[in-house]
């Protein structure tokens, strides 16, 4: 099925100012994202996860350079290429009805002074101006997303981290987006909860749109990924079908990431990633990997069926 987003190359560094040397947040990611697929990101903390996600919809602060393309298949018009979208087409066509986004830290992004329900209404009027019941939506988007009705009448500082959280998710479908990008909108829920959210964002692939859902829960993303890919220092080290990278990981750090789960017994990788600011010319995971002196170091994602792999050729 032909890709809903393909992104293709997509890097992104930010300016710190003169003389001081550039972040390197993203670099050369491609992956595509076909209807009824969920693809999980996953990688350590501050690996660019966030940045990607936040580039695809122009969310990067004024220092953000972007380079590459991410082309964003459209229903009934041209496609649009995210990168060098204006400002205009980001907001009026792209966010939030096209793409759906599930901030990260969800609940700092709601308005503090309207209560949930008024502002899921208002999203849908203006996402969906052609509903006439804007009301009876906001209350089926609460009810699709576990949301009990009665804190629609609650203030943001009212509510809990989950129900901020179920909040943030419904503002992301208000518009009927084909494509949601959820960034960790699980933290912070108890498991119940996190099985809840992401069996939701299941739901919703195998409604036909697609997925991407960053995460830390390598438990929840194997629970409902279709596709899994994996980060490490601002590149995709590896991505291919979820359950064959679960059950056969080919990265070192991917396996890395897999034995700090308890099935794995909890062995965390030593060390720490790169600083983003000094990434070394080939592996960045190369002075954590423990085979490293077997392969040949290359950054660079190659094909290998229906898998893709950064690394020497897979053992
Ligand atoms: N505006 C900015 N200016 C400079 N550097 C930034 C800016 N925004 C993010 N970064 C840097 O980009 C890198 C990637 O950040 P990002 O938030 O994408 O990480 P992440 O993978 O989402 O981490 P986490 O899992 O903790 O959310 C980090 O080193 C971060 O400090
Ligand atoms: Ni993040």
């Known amino acids: 099925m032909s890709p809903l987003l393909d992104v293709r190359e997509l890097s992104v560094r930010f300016r710190l100012g003169r003389g001081r040397p550039e972040v390197h947040a993203v670099t050369d990611v491609s992956f595509a994202l076909a209807p009824g697929e969920l693809l999980a990101l996953v990688g350590e903390s501050g690996c660019g996860k966030s940045v990607l996600a936040s580039a695809l919809l122009g969310l990067l602060p004024g220092n953000a350079i972007l380079r590459g393309e991410a082309v964003l298949a459209t229903p009934d018009q041209e496609p649009v290429e995210l990168v060098s979208a204006p400002e205009s087409v980001l907001s009026q066509r792209v966010r939030g ?49 576990g949301l009990d009705p009665v804190f629609l009448k609650r203030y943001p500082h009212e509510l809990s981290g989950g129900t901020a959280q179920r909040v943030a998710v419904a503002l992301a479908l208000a518009g009927d987006p084909p494509v949601v990008l959820a960034d960790e909108p699980t933290a912070g829920l108890d498991r119940p909860l996190v099985e809840r959210t992401v069996d939701l964002l299941a739901g919703l692939a195998e409604e036909g749109r697609a ?68 990434l070394p010319a080939g592996c960045a995971f190369r002075p954590r990997c423990p085979v490293a002196d077997d392969c040949g170091g290359s950054p660079e994602l190659v094909r290998h069926g229906d898998r893709y792999l950064a690394c020497g050729p897979p053992c």
């Open 211 to 278: 997925v991407l859902l960053i995460t830390h829960d390598l438990s929840a993303a194997s629970r409902v990924a279709t596709d899994l890919a994996v980060m490490y220092a601002s590149r995709l080290v590896e991505r291919g079908p979820a359950a064959e990278l679960f059950e056969t990981p080919w990265h070192p750090y991917t396996e890395g990431l897999l034995g700090a789960l308890p099935g794995g017994g909890f062995r965390a990788i030593p060390g720490h990633p790169p600083e983003l600011t000094a």
């Open 97 to 145: 009805r096209l793409v759906g986004l599930v901030p990260q830290s969800a609940a700092a992004h709601l308005t503090p002074v309207r209560t949930a329900g008024a502002q899921l209404v208002e999203a849908v009027r203006v996402l969906r101006p052609e509903e006439p019941d804007p009301h009876w939506i906001a209350e089926g988007l609460a009810e699709r997303v």
